[in-house]
């Protein structure tokens, strides 16, 4: 499964922006059991920002609740993101991630991740 993201970019503090991500998926038999975002700003840890499962289960991490909103459209296997009021710590570079899986011929099932290649977000105070 490869990652396309985008909508990456500089804003100003308590602005808005909103980014994409679309999975390609190339080999049958592969099911994607959900897609969502992560951040990484210098010097610290990758954290969790959003995921979405197909059935429409969210997930956030608590510094962006109630200010990010996922949603996907499953027929393109893509994800968007909306950020609003966002603040100079939401700068970071942003990843898209997938979760995949797929069942060898015994029934037993393999879980897959893939990673985007990252996104720039840059909120000036």
């Known amino acids: 499964v490869q990652l396309q993201a985008s909508g990456g970019g500089l804003v100003q503090a308590g602005g808005s922006l909103r980014l994409s991500c679309a999975a390609s998926?190339?080999?049958?038999?592969?099911?994607?059991?959900?897609m969502g975002w992560y951040r990484q700003a210098p010097g610290k840890e990758r954290e969790l920002v959003a995921t979405?499962?197909?059935?429409?289960?969210?997930d956030y991490g608590n510094s962006v609740k109630g200010r990010f909103s996922i949603s996907g459209d499953n027929a393109k296997n893509t994800v968007y993101l909306q950020m609003n009021s966002l603040k100079p710590e939401d700068t970071a570079v942003y990843y898209c991630?997938?979760?995949?899986?797929?069942?060898?011929?015994?029934?037993?099932?393999?879980?897959?991740?893939?990673w985007g290649q990252g996104t720039q977000v840059t909120v000036s105070s």
């Open positions: 991630r997938c979760y995949y899986s797929d069942y060898n011929p015994s029934g037993d099932k393999s879980v897959y991740g893939s």
């Open positions: 998926v190339r080999i049958s038999g592969i099911s994607i059991d959900g």
């Open positions: 979405i499962t197909p059935g429409g289960t969210t």
